[in-house]
Nanobody, 128 residues
């Protein structure tokens, strides 16, 4: 049974840093990623933040967040992390860990519909 369990969310102030964790179990994945969903947005509007192909550890980022957010992993522990720095109130959202079983073609693309498994999310609230 596949499980993705996020942790590390909470209430922080603008400018603070936070690290989210995702514990994965049950399968070996082709890729994993972080998405976020702001209040009032629908599931299909979840925003891609960062992703990583598991075999080579290559990281992919949304252009708008690259530089402040950093994705990493611990292979031995099957953990995925998201380091978030210089947080802003507009970063307030539920953050989701997601996993994809197989590659689709040669291009690596992270979309909501392209992910096979999702965690339940962890809420990050950034106060001004």
């Amino acid at each position: 049974q596949v499980q993705l369990v996020e942790s590390g969310g909470g209430l922080v102030q603008a400018g603070d840093s936070l690290r989210l964790s995702c514990a994965a179990s049950g399968r070996t994945f082709y890729a994993m990623a972080w998405f976020r969903q702001a209040s009032g947005k629908e599931r299909k509007e979840r925003e891609f933040i960062a992703g990583m192909t598991w075999s080579d550890g290559r990281a992919y980022y949304a252009d708008s967040l690259k530089g402040r957010f950093s994705i990493s992993r611990d292979n031995a522990k099957n953990m995925l992390y998201l380091q978030m720095n210089s947080l802003k109130p507009e970063d307030t959202a539920v953050y989701y860990c997601a996993a994809r079983l197989l590659a689709a073609g040669t291009a690596v693309v992270f979309t909501v519909d392209g992910m096979d498994y999702w965690g339940k999310g962890t809420l990050v609230t950034v106060s001004s």
